[in-house]
């Protein structure tokens, strides 16, 4: 059995590591869309209730999911229940106890309440996980930047690295979706087993996506061509990369949705067509003990250290990442050639002046 994506995929993509890559608009909240219906649909059918789907939404875009597909949604507009920012770890204890499949929407909490939330989920995820696991990881690159821009992106991205790095013997898989492939963390970007790339036309961005094609072991100008199929991509059309895992390079077309996909721009002058949507009702059954306050997760956060009181790691403690590029050896040589240029010219600066 394999998954129907407008291309066959193996179900064995729920313990692996994907990345959707493009600009803004090109279609990666979508295909996500597409690989979350065709995942849900799969454990549906197959009544598989060790499987789960869990996705993180810091932009409010993947509720639509439930116009389908009973999968209970935490925070956003549409949420069953309001998201606590504190409540990433019990969360991650509830879905692995209980075996469910879950949204976090994050759209209505600010970007260091979603990186407490979700590098909390992470972390515990990657303890007690052990079944296949798939996350979707909306917006990547917020969570697992290649510069830690603040002290809770170091916290994120050490989550990050973790199940991307480490979670595939616990049966954790995860697919990042970033429009700014040149700012993802490359430690983490090196390790995907396949990437779907949609049309992208900024030159950070094609120059980090041609040195991750070079992993490929392919020729230049075999590069050069797929840089500029890239670059002329139509919407729903993209670059599946998998040199490794799939022993795949080509263009695919990603097939149209049957759930709502609420991520397209609203229209000036034109009515929200969402308001129309009608999502499955579900009972709150298994999130109950949340609601009713038996599960205290409002803990206190203690000064310096990232999580709880009760244990967890303290900031001393967070692995450091060590830069990764991409061809290491190319850039290295290029920064010897611009130092030996620099040192040329002040000795012919000084030489004149003397
Ligand atoms: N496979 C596809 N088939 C049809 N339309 C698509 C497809 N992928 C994207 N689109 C269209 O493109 C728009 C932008 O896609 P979206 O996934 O929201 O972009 P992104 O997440 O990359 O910013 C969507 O609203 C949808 O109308
Ligand atoms: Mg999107």
């Known amino acids: 059995m394999s998954l129907q994506v407008g291309t066959e995929i193996p179900v064995g993509l729920f313990n692996k590591r994907l990345a959707i ?76 106890d209980g075996n469910l499949s879950m949204l976090f929407d994050l759209s209505k909490i600010d970007q260091e309440e979603s990186l407490i939330f979700t590098t909390d989920f992470l972390n515990e995820l990657f303890k007690i996980t052990n079944s296949p696991t798939h996350i979707i990881l909306e917006e990547a690159d917020m969570f697992a930047p290649q510069r830690n821009i603040s002290k809770q992106h170091k916290f994120s991205n050490a989550a990050v690295d973790s199940i991307v790095r480490r979670g595939r013997g616990r049966g954790l898989g995860m697919t990042m979706i970033t429009q700014r492939p040149a700012v993802l963390n490359k430690n983490v970007l090196s390790q995907v087993d396949a990437s779907i790339i949609h049309n992208i036309n900024g030159r950070n961005d094609l120059k980090v996506i041609e040195e991750y094609l070079e992993q490929s072991g392919k020729d230049p100008k075999e590069i050069k061509e797929l840089i500029s199929k890239i670059m002329g991509f139509q919407k729903g059309q993209g670059l599946l990369f998998s040199p490794g895992w799939l022993k795949r390079i080509e263009v695919i077309n990603i097939r149209k949705r049957f759930t709502y996909h609420a991520g397209a721009e609203p229209e000036l002058g034109k009515a929200d067509p969402a308001r129309h949507v009608k999502l499955i009702e579900l009972t709150l059954g298994p999130i109950i003990p949340f609601l009713n306050g038996e599960i205290p997760y409002n803990q206190e956060v203690e000064e310096g250290t990232h999580i709880r009181k009760n244990g967890w790691m303290k900031e001393e403690e967070v692995p450091e990442i060590t830069e990764y590029h991409f061809g290491n050896k190319k850039k290295t040589l290029r920064s010897l050639g611009v130092l030996t240029i620099g040192i040329l010219f002040l000795w012919s600066i000084i030489t004149i002046l003397s």
């Open 21 to 96: 890559l493009a600009m803004q608009g090109a279609g990666k909240t979508y295909t996500a869309g597409v690989f979350e219906e065709e995942m849900l649909d799969y454990m549906l059918e197959t009544n598989n209730n060790n499987a789960k789907l869990l996705i993180i939404d810091p932009v409010g875009a993947h509720w639509g999911i439930r116009e389908k597909f009973p999968i209970h949604i935490v925070g956003g507009d549409h949420g069953d229940i309001e998201i606590d920012y504190q409540s990433g770890r019990l969360f991650a204890r509830l879905v692995s």
